[in-house]
């Protein structure tokens, strides 16, 4: 079976954590600074700061912006959930805006129907690794006066018109394994403002400018030099990674051109599109997007729903009461299906994977057309 992700760790990692163990410096250190430092030249921004997971940068995020109770934030309805829950968590009112069908990030003009007068803060998605359109969207955000946030989880090294993802407002970033790049678990924060930077690193260590003394209700929420020194090594190879996956994209996009019933991705003009995910709509398939990723599993190709329900639409929401109607997010949730794309892939995967597509296809079509004897 062709995986549908394949987190790369090899010797240098490997070589790295054996380093972190035999040092006895475990717990957050000069390994986790560097990579903030690292992280942050890269990204192309002064501060970084390294936290436990990607929802718990965007958490202390909107934290450190002191976004809270009586506050709405505006973000999509087709993403992992934790885009929207981390509104709930600091008490504020996560509000949905559809999405452009064509690029599954959010629509610039949704984002201003969406908006209302207690709105302080946007959260932008930078789905499957493309970059939303940055330039209408830093231009909402400056007319209302919101924090913008950059949920890059997906969109490492990711760029809008040649700046980076992570750079255009307060970044988040998620590096579980199957992410372009990993340490194990873990995110980051990136931001230019160095007072959410100051009030990121309060709140992800208790509270605590230094040892034991908390100066505001903080969480244990620090990263590991064990995670940092993997990061470190996967930062160094991680554009090789981008660029692979950029060029195993292209070669699924050809393949699958004229295959009927099958809309390949689209990348916006203007943006460097990493494709953490590459993502079909497979709406015009016989038997609809179940019944293909069915059929590509017994012809050996993973693959997976990102995501199956809209965020509105989960139970969570539903008992909250949101009764939204966004049409693009639930069709594109009915419709979506992706395939490897991963660096790990070779030329005979990929013609594999193409080829599987294409005779699934064919064979559901044979099969939906056929008369009963």
Not at 98 to 104: M, N, Q, R, V
Not at 235 to 255: C, D, M, P, S
Not at 315 to 328: E, I, K, N, S, T
Request: hydrophobic letters at 45%; proline letters at 5%.
């Amino acid at each position: 079976m062709i995986s549908i992700a394949k987190p790369q760790i090899g010797s240098e990692e490997m070589a790295a954590v054996q380093d972190v163990l035999a040092s006895g410096q475990l717990a957050q250190g000069a390994k986790v600074r560097r990579f903030e430092e690292e992280f942050a030249e890269w990204v192309g921004v002064p501060h970084a700061i390294a936290v436990t997971s990607g929802t718990a940068a965007l958490h202390v995020a909107l934290l450190a912006a002191g976004i809270g109770a009586g506050d709405d934030v505006v973000t999509s309805p087709f993403s992992f959930v934790a885009s929207a829950n981390c509104a709930l968590f600091v008490g504020a009112r996560p509000l949905f805006a559809d999405i452009e069908p064509a690029y599954y990030t959010m629509d610039p003009a949704a984002i201003r129907a969406a908006l209302t007068p207690s709105t302080r803060a946007l959260i932008v998605v930078h789905l499957y690794g493309q970059p939303c359109a940055m330039d209408e969207i830093k231009q909402i955000a400056a007319e209302h006066n919101l924090l913008l946030v950059e949920d890059a989880c997906q969109a490492h090294g990711a760029a809008w018109q040649g700046q980076r993802v992570g750079s255009m407002g307060v970044g988040c970033f998620s590096f579980y394994p199957t992410k372009n790049m990993t340490t194990g678990e873990g995110g980051m924060i990136t931001t230019d403002d160095p007072e959410i930077a100051r009030k990121a690193r309060l709140l992800r260590e208790h509270g605590a400018p230094q040892r034991y003394v908390h100066e505001v209700l903080g969480y244990n929420l620090r990263m590991t030099d064990l995670q940092a020194a993997i990061g470190l090594v996967q930062l160094g190879k991680v554009e090789a990674w981008n660029q692979q996956r950029a060029e195993n994209a292209a070669f699924l996009t050809e393949r699958l051109a004229d295959v009927p019933g099958i809309t390949t991705p689209c990348v916006r003009a203007g943006a460097s599109h990493v494709f953490h995910q590459y993502t079909v709509r497979a709406g015009g398939i016989a038997g609809g997007r179940d019944a293909l990723a069915a059929a590509l599993a017994e012809r050996g190709v993973g693959s997976a729903i990102h995501y199956a329900t809209p965020i509105h639409h989960q139970p969570l929401y539903r008992d909250l009461g949101y009764v939204d109607a966004l049409p693009h997010a639930e069709a594109a949730a009915r419709e979506v299906l992706s395939l490897p794309v991963h660096p790990a892939l070779s030329h005979g995967d990929l013609a594999h994977i193409g080829n599987a597509v294409a005779d699934a296809a064919q064979a559901l079509a044979s099969a939906h057309t056929r008369v009963p004897a």
